[in-house]
């Protein structure tokens, strides 16, 4: 699979790239910079609420999050639209998760994520793998069936503003990084690093986010 941008990502052992973004939960700002010297924080950077493999994982992230904090970490999740397109949608699916908005996603190019070049090989790899990243679907489907038939079962009509998101976004990776209190990334996930295109819409195991989590609390 290309990859458009060069750029490595953020490995376990550099330090993680501050931002300051808008919150989605209240009119003020959340930065990486307010967890430092408090606490251990779990990031997560998403797309688009376009990609319906997202807000799943912010759900599935929500029930992780309660979990995480017992273990002494906090949650953040990046999430690529506006404010107001991201509070519309929490506001009748509320998470446990704290959210911030990035809809140009500044985190992603400074923590490296890839974003595949579309190309005739990337098409014919979407076209050709089946994906089932949680389980939900009753068998693999090319991914963007995938993407079709999750987005049916949960109900979901997409917006202008996420057909806006997906045009500017598109075929952008996610990423998820734990970062300790003193800002230094001890444990991090690619989308499609180990498993190529295959790897679209998982989530690690719950047990390797908690099991990072462990390990950094027992430095």
């Avoid at 009119?27 to 251990?40: I, T």
Wanted: with cysteine.
């Amino acid at each position: 699979m290309t990859m458009a941008e060069a750029r490595q990502p953020i490995a376990p052992g550099e330090p993680a790239p501050d931002f300051t973004l808008p919150a989605v939960d209240r009119n003020e700002d959340v930065s990486l910079a307010d967890y430092r010297g408090r606490s251990p924080v779990f990031l997560a950077l998403l797309v688009g609420l376009w990609c319906p493999f997202c807000r799943r994982q912010i759900a599935q992230l929500g029930t992780i999050e309660s979990k995480l904090k017992a273990l002494g970490v906090e949650s953040l999740a990046v999430v690529a639209t506006a404010p107001e397109n991201a509070r519309l949608y929490f506001k009748f699916r509320p998470t446990r998760v704290r959210l911030a908005s990035d809809p140009e996603l500044f985190t992603h190019r400074a923590y490296g994520i890839p974003r595949p070049a579309v190309n005739s090989e990337f098409m014919e790899a979407l076209a050709s793998t089946k994906i089932n990243p949680d389980g939900v679907l009753s068998e693999p489907l090319p991914i963007v069936d995938a993407a079709t038939a999750v987005g049916r079962l949960d109900g979901y009509a997409e917006t202008k503003a996420d057909q806006a998101d997906m045009e500017r976004q598109w075929p952008q990776l996610k990423g998820q990084f734990l970062i300790d209190r003193d800002g230094i990334v001890r444990w991090a996930n690619i989308e499609c690093a180990k498993e190529g295109i295959g790897g679209v819409g998982k989530l690690p195991p719950e047990e390797s986010i908690l099991g990072a989590a462990r390990a950094l609390s027992s430095r």
